[in-house]
């Protein structure tokens, strides 16, 4: 669709919130949704699939829409912003929200610990100990790797899901967490050097 006027647009907000004909404003601002919401993925740095990406959109629209369209009714032309920049505002904030226990998951470093048989690597008393424990690298280097082979290690050897379970979370299929599990892992002795 092509920017309208702010006039237009407050048309078709005041037709949605008094008269209950939301379908113009669906489809005027479904493609800046899709745009906002891929866009902050992108920023935050984030993988994301056309599923995350579709679920985040319909998140949005629930927020316009939820307790008698509040968040419309609360717009307001005084503050500088036209619609389409207040619906902006409002699909960023609802992505950002979403984020919060994915971000949690992947600052999360207690309890993480990479066995070092999974790095296929010899102790040679640098990390040699008297249980399996002591024979595990420390979460530091993780910190380093890309946020998708973070996620999956953090998934796998944190969480204890399976490839299948991080896949379906993560919209991919099991063959991909295995292929970006290994690259992690490979990664990760390029960065210890061992």
């Not at 994301?48 to 009714?73: A, C, H």
């Not at 619609?83 to 929200?97: A, F, M, P, S």
Request: aromatic residues 6%.
């Amino acid at each position: 669709m092509t920017a309208l006027q702010n006039e237009e647009q407050m048309r078709i907000l005041q037709q949605c919130v008094n008269e209950n004909e939301c379908t113009a404003l669906v489809k005027q601002y479904l493609h800046l949704v899709r745009h906002t919401v891929s866009k902050v993925y992108r920023n935050k740095g984030i993988p994301f699939t056309s599923e995350d990406l579709e679920d985040r959109v319909q998140d949005v629209f629930e927020v316009l829409f939820k307790y008698n369209k509040q968040k419309l009714r609360q717009y307001d032309s005084k503050h500088g912003l036209k619609v389409d920049g207040w619906i902006r505002l409002i699909t960023v904030h609802t992505v950002l929200d979403s984020f919060r226990g994915k971000q949690d998951v992947l600052k999360e470093n207690n309890g993480l610990r990479i066995p070092l048989e999974d790095l296929e690597m010899k102790t040679e008393g640098r990390y040699a100990g008297t249980d399996a424990e002591s024979k595990c690298i420390a979460a530091d280097a993780v910190n380093k790797l890309a946020a998708d082979e973070k996620l999956v290690l953090k998934l796998e050897y944190q969480k204890g899901l399976a490839p299948k379970k991080i896949g379906q979370s993560m919209g991919k299929t099991a063959n991909n967490i295995y292929q970006i599990k290994r690259r992690a892992l490979e990664n990760l002795k390029k960065i210890l050097s061992l």
